[in-house]
C-alpha cells in the first residue's frame, strides 16, 4: 500500500516561501505518477503541480506558474513544491498524490493520497 507522508507546511506572509515535501514509501516512484494537489475551505481540491509518467516532464496550474516548482529526489522517494512569491490565495491543505501510469494528472478523482499539509498565507 502505497503512505505518502507530507511536511513543511506553515504560516507565511504574503511574498514569502515555504517548501513542502512528500516522502513515500514502497515501490511508488517506480509505478507511479507523482503530483501536488490543493484544498482550500470551503472549495475542492485542484491541481497544483505534477510530474510526467518518468519524472521527465512537469505539470503547473496556470495560477501557480512562475512561482512553484515541483522537483524529486529519487533516491529519497521524496518529492519537493517550493513555493515562492505566496499571495493568500495560496492559502490551502496542501496534498501530495500518487496515481497510477495512463491517468489525468490534473483530476482529483485518482490516486492515493497522502494526510495533507497547512500552508497558510497571511496578507
Known amino acids: 500500500q502505497v503512505q505518502l507522508v507530507e511536511s513543511g507546511g506553515g504560516l507565511v506572509q504574503a511574498g514569502g516561501s515555504l517548501r513542502l515535501s512528500c516522502a513515500a514509501s514502497g515501490r511508488i516512484f517506480s509505478s507511479s505518477v507523482m503530483g501536488w494537489f490543493r484544498q482550500a475551505p470551503g472549495k475542492e481540491r485542484e491541481f497544483v503541480a505534477g510530474?510526467?509518467?518518468?519524472?521527465?516532464?512537469?505539470y503547473y496550474a496556470d495560477s501557480v506558474k512562475g512561482r512553484f516548482t515541483i522537483s524529486r529526489d529519487n533516491a529519497k522517494n521524496t518529492i519537493y513544491l517550493q513555493m515562492n512569491s505566496l499571495k493568500a490565495e495560496d492559502t490551502a491543505v496542501y496534498f501530495c498524490?500518487?496515481?497510477?501510469?495512463?491517468?489525468?494528472?490534473?483530476?482529483?478523482?485518482?490516486?492515493?493520497w497522502g494526510q495533507g499539509t497547512q500552508v497558510t498565507v497571511s496578507s
Open positions: 510530474f510526467s509518467w518518468g519524472g521527465g516532464n512537469t
Open positions: 498524490n500518487a496515481r497510477p501510469r495512463g491517468v489525468d494528472i490534473t483530476s482529483a478523482r485518482f490516486g492515493s
